[in-house]
């Protein structure tokens, strides 16, 4: 009979967790895939039993999905204009809370770009640009600027070739569909591109401010998860994956 009990106790036990174990989805812009993936893996040690599933894609699609009532319960946008946009709405449960600034680079895998520059595409050599898509992508809006900004647009934009997001840019250049791309630091640090080729940092000067924030969803107004998982951004951890993958924390020196 003890042996009953303890079963029967354990498999109480289990499913009282598994009723009050919580899950979230995260639509997160595809610059924060190798940071995100590790700051999920660090929550979730000391969340037991709790699903955090991120989604990483454009920013502005994100946006435009919400909208349209996705199933969405946080919102961590590359570009912090659109979840203002959202809060504006009605769509969010919270205000919108500035995480990052990002920065872009030149990076090839079978170029030294850590020796060029924007001035360096007009080369003929170079016949294949990879950049985001500048109509919802924010870090393609960025790249657009910078080489507005630097006087190149008119002679490289023949070559461009545009990635649905900035995770889609990158791969172009590291399949070699693309010699050379304007991508997100965050991805340029990740040790599978890190140790192809090099990076070149484009001077913040040539573009506006990649501001990046979050929200929580009208959807998860009363998830206590979404709350969790959203001050957790915020710990020393969270920011510390943050910084070694290239991120500029509110507060930080943009200029580093």
Partial sequence: MSFIKTLLTACFLLSTSAAHAGKITVAAAADLKFAMDEIVATFKKSNAGEEVEVIYGSSGKFHTQI????????????????????????????????YAFGRIVLWSATLDATKMNLTSLADP???????????????????????????????????????????????????????????????????????????WLIPDSLHEPLEQGYIITKRAESNPLA??????????????????????????????
């Fill in 67 to 98: 909208q349209e009532g996705a199933p969405y319960d946080l919102y961590f946008s590359a570009d912090i204009d659109f979840p203002r946009e959202l809060v504006k709405k009605g769509l969010a449960a919270s205000e919108v809370k500035p």
């Fill in 125 to 199: 050599k170079i016949a294949r640009i990879a950049i985001a898509n500048p109509k919802h992508a924010p870090y393609g809006k960025r790249a657009e600027e910078a080489l507005r900004a630097a006087g190149m647009w008119d002679k490289v934009e023949p070559k461009l070739v545009y990635g649905e997001n900035i995770a889609a840019t990158a791969q172009f250049v590291q399949t070699g569909n693309a010699q050379i791309g304007i991508i997100a630091l965050s991805l340029a640090l990740n040790p599978e591109l890190a140790n192809k080729g090099g990076y």
């Fill in 227 to 256: 709350k969790r998982f959203a001050d957790y951004m915020s710990s020393k951890p969270a920011r510390a994956v943050m910084t070694r993958y290239g991120f500029v924390l509110p507060g930080e020196n943009l200029k580093r």
